[in-house]
C-alpha cells in the first residue's frame, strides 16, 4: 500500500512542473459552513491530473522510455499525460472515448500526444488500451489504478494541511478513486481526525455502490456531463484505499452539479467542470455533516467544454429560482397579455420570452395557452408571481424549466 514517504517523494519530484494552486476561502457557498476551493482547476493543463501522471511518467527506465506509453483517458488524464511525455521526450498514444469533449481530445493533440478515439465509454477505451499496450510493449499509464500516480495526486493533501492546518473536512471527486484514495491517504497519515469525503454524480456511482456493498461492482452504463468521474469501475487499490482512509461517499445529482458550476462562476469567478464541482455541490446541497466546520472543496478540473456551458448556466438558473417559463390558459381576447405582464413586472421579474398556442386539441375554441418565460431572483418570487395571477383570476397550467 502506498506510504507518506512516497507522497513526499512525489512532492519533490513535482516540484519544477506543478502549480502549488491556491486555498480560496468562498464566503457565500454555504450558510453553515466554512467553505475552502483548492483549485486544481487553475492548475497546468486545468487539472490535478497532471501530478501523477507526471510522477509516473518521470520513474520509467531508459528503456521504457524508449518503448514509448499509453494511456486512457476522458481528458484530463489524456492532458497531463501528453504533457509530461512531451517534455521529457517520450512518445505518447492516449486512448479517449468517442464521446470526449472535442476540447479535450484537441487540447491532447496538441500537448504532442497521438490521439486514438474509441466508441463507447472510458472503460471501452480503457480496455483498447490494454490491448494496443500488449501489442506494442509500451508502458501503460493508468489514470488511477497506480501506487506512483495516487502518490502524485496525494501531494494536494499535503498542500492542503500546509495552507489549513486546523481543516475539519475535505470533499474530494470521485470517479475511479486515484485522487481521493492519496488525498486521504496523506491527510489520514498526518491528522487521522480530518474527515474525509468523496463526491460522485449519482448517474455514475461505481465507488459509492461499491463501497456499500462492500465489494468492486461495475455499472451497467454511466450518464453524466461529469464526464471526467464517468467510469463504470473503480480500480482495486483506490477500492481497497478508499476503504481504509474516507469515511463517506456520497452522490450528488445533474442538477446540483450544475447549480455548483453557476455558483462557482458568479460567486468565486471561477470555471470548473462537472466532475470538478461535484464537491461544491455536496457542500451546497448539505449532503455531508460539515455544518459548523471548516471544509475544503477540492476543484478537481476546470475544462469544461463550452459547447455545453450554457446549458449548464441554464440548468444552474432554474435549479436556483433564477429562471422558469409558467403555462398560462387565457381567454382569447385583447388584454390578456398586458394584465399578465403588468403583474409580472410589478412584482420585479423580467420577461424574456412570450408564446402563445391556440391549436392545443384540449383547450376551449376561445382560449388560449399563454408560455411566458422570465428572468427571476429565487422560487420565493416565483411564487410570489403565481399567487399574484392566480388572485387576478389567471389560471396557471405548469411551470417548466426555460429552454434556451
Same mark, same amino acid.
Given at each position: 500500500?502506498?506510504?507518506?514517504?512516497?507522497?513526499?517523494?512525489?512532492?519533490?519530484?513535482?516540484?519544477?512542473?506543478?502549480?502549488?494552486?491556491?486555498?480560496?476561502?468562498?464566503?457565500?457557498?454555504?450558510?453553515?459552513?466554512?467553505?475552502? %476551493?483548492?483549485?486544481?482547476?487553475?492548475?497546468?493543463?486545468?487539472?490535478?491530473?497532471?501530478?501523477?501522471?507526471?510522477?509516473?511518467?518521470?520513474?520509467?527506465?531508459?528503456?521504457?522510455?524508449?518503448?514509448?506509453?499509453?494511456?486512457?483517458?476522458?481528458?484530463?488524464?489524456?492532458?497531463?499525460?501528453?504533457?509530461?511525455?512531451?517534455?521529457?521526450?517520450?512518445?505518447?498514444?492516449?486512448?479517449?472515448?468517442?464521446?470526449?469533449?472535442?476540447?479535450?481530445?484537441?487540447?491532447?493533440?496538441?500537448?504532442?500526444?497521438?490521439?486514438?478515439?474509441?466508441?463507447?465509454?472510458?472503460?471501452?477505451?480503457?480496455?483498447?488500451?490494454?490491448?494496443?499496450?500488449?501489442?506494442?510493449?509500451?508502458?501503460?499509464?493508468?489514470?488511477?489504478?497506480?501506487?506512483?500516480?495516487?502518490?502524485?495526486?496525494?501531494?494536494?493533501? %499535503?498542500?492542503?494541511?500546509?495552507?489549513?492546518?486546523?481543516?475539519?473536512?475535505?470533499?474530494?471527486?470521485?470517479?475511479?478513486?486515484?485522487?481521493?484514495?492519496?488525498?486521504?491517504?496523506?491527510?489520514?497519515?498526518?491528522?487521522?481526525?480530518?474527515?474525509?469525503?468523496?463526491?460522485?454524480?449519482?448517474?455514475?456511482?461505481?465507488?459509492?455502490?461499491?463501497?456499500?456493498?462492500?465489494?468492486?461492482?461495475?455499472?451497467?452504463?454511466?450518464?453524466?456531463?461529469?464526464?471526467?468521474?464517468?467510469?463504470?469501475?473503480?480500480?482495486?487499490?483506490?477500492?481497497?484505499?478508499?476503504?481504509?482512509?474516507?469515511?463517506?461517499?456520497?452522490?450528488?445529482?445533474?442538477?446540483?452539479?450544475?447549480?455548483?458550476?453557476?455558483?462557482?462562476?458568479?460567486?468565486?469567478?471561477?470555471?470548473?467542470?462537472?466532475?470538478?464541482?461535484?464537491?461544491?455541490?455536496?457542500?451546497?446541497?448539505?449532503?455531508?455533516?460539515?455544518?459548523?466546520?471548516?471544509?475544503?472543496?477540492?476543484?478537481?478540473?476546470?475544462?469544461?467544454?463550452?459547447?455545453? %456551458?450554457?446549458?449548464?448556466?441554464?440548468?444552474?438558473?432554474?435549479?436556483?429560482?433564477?429562471?422558469?417559463?409558467?403555462?398560462?390558459?387565457?381567454?382569447?381576447?385583447?388584454?390578456?397579455?398586458?394584465?399578465?405582464?403588468?403583474?409580472?413586472?410589478?412584482?420585479?421579474?423580467?420577461?424574456?420570452?412570450?408564446?402563445?398556442?391556440?391549436?392545443?386539441?384540449?383547450?376551449?375554441?376561445?382560449?388560449?395557452?399563454?408560455?411566458?418565460?422570465?428572468?427571476?431572483?429565487?422560487?420565493?418570487?416565483?411564487?410570489?408571481?403565481?399567487?399574484?395571477?392566480?388572485?387576478?383570476?389567471?389560471?396557471?397550467?405548469?411551470?417548466?424549466?426555460?429552454?434556451?
Amino acid at each position: 500500500m502506498l506510504t507518506l514517504d512516497k507522497i513526499y517523494q512525489a512532492a519533490f519530484t513535482l516540484k519544477s512542473i506543478a502549480r502549488k494552486t491556491d486555498l480560496l476561502y468562498a464566503q457565500n457557498l454555504s450558510h453553515t459552513a466554512q467553505i475552502y %476551493l483548492k483549485t486544481e482547476n487553475l492548475q497546468v493543463t486545468g487539472s490535478f491530473k497532471l501530478r501523477g501522471a507526471y510522477n509516473k511518467i518521470a520513474s520509467l527506465t531508459p528503456e521504457q522510455r524508449e518503448a514509448g506509453i499509453i494511456a486512457c483517458s476522458a481528458g484530463n488524464h489524456a492532458r497531463g499525460v501528453a504533457l509530461a511525455a512531451t517534455r521529457m521526450g517520450i512518445k505518447s498514444v492516449v486512448c479517449m472515448p468517442d464521446g470526449a469533449p472535442i476540447s479535450k481530445v484537441e487540447a491532447t493533440k496538441r500537448l504532442g500526444a497521438e490521439v486514438r478515439l474509441v466508441k463507447g465509454a472510458y472503460d471501452d477505451a480503457y480496455e483498447y488500451a490494454c490491448q494496443l499496450q500488449k501489442e506494442t510493449g509500451a508502458t501503460f499509464i493508468h489514470p488511477f489504478d497506480d501506487e506512483l500516480v495516487i502518490a502524485g495526486q496525494g501531494t494536494i493533501g %499535503l498542500e492542503i494541511l500546509g495552507q489549513l492546518p486546523d481543516v475539519d473536512a475535505v470533499i474530494v471527486p470521485v470517479g475511479g478513486g486515484g485522487l481521493i484514495s492519496g488525498v486521504a491517504c496523506a491527510i489520514k497519515s498526518l491528522n487521522p481526525k480530518v474527515k474525509v469525503y468523496g463526491v460522485q454524480a449519482a448517474n455514475a456511482p461505481s465507488m459509492a455502490e461499491s463501497q456499500a456493498q462492500g465489494k468492486i461492482i461495475t455499472l451497467d452504463t454511466v450518464a453524466t456531463f461529469a464526464d471526467g468521474i464517468a467510469v463504470k469501475t473503480p480500480g482495486e487499490t483506490t477500492f481497497a484505499m478508499t476503504r481504509e482512509y474516507v469515511d463517506d461517499v456520497v452522490t450528488v445529482s445533474e442538477d446540483e452539479i450544475a447549480a455548483a458550476i453557476l455558483a462557482l462562476i458568479e460567486q468565486q469567478k471561477l470555471i470548473a467542470e462537472g466532475a470538478g464541482a461535484v464537491s461544491v455541490a455536496a457542500a451546497m446541497f448539505d449532503k455531508l455533516p460539515i455544518q459548523g466546520q471548516k471544509a475544503v472543496c477540492l476543484v478537481s478540473g476546470g475544462n469544461i467544454d463550452v459547447n455545453i %456551458l450554457s446549458r449548464v448556466i441554464t440548468r444552474g438558473l432554474v435549479m436556483g429560482g433564477r429562471n422558469s417559463v409558467l403555462q398560462i390558459a387565457l381567454e382569447d381576447k385583447p388584454g390578456q397579455l398586458v394584465g399578465v405582464s403588468e403583474i409580472v413586472s410589478r412584482c420585479g421579474a423580467n420577461v424574456v420570452s412570450v408564446h402563445h398556442e391556440r391549436s392545443d386539441a384540449n383547450m376551449a375554441i376561445s382560449s388560449c395557452f399563454l408560455k411566458i418565460g422570465m428572468e427571476t431572483r429565487d422560487f420565493a418570487q416565483i411564487q410570489t408571481i403565481k399567487d399574484e395571477l392566480t388572485r387576478a383570476g389567471f389560471k396557471i397550467m405548469a411551470d417548466r424549466i426555460q429552454e434556451t
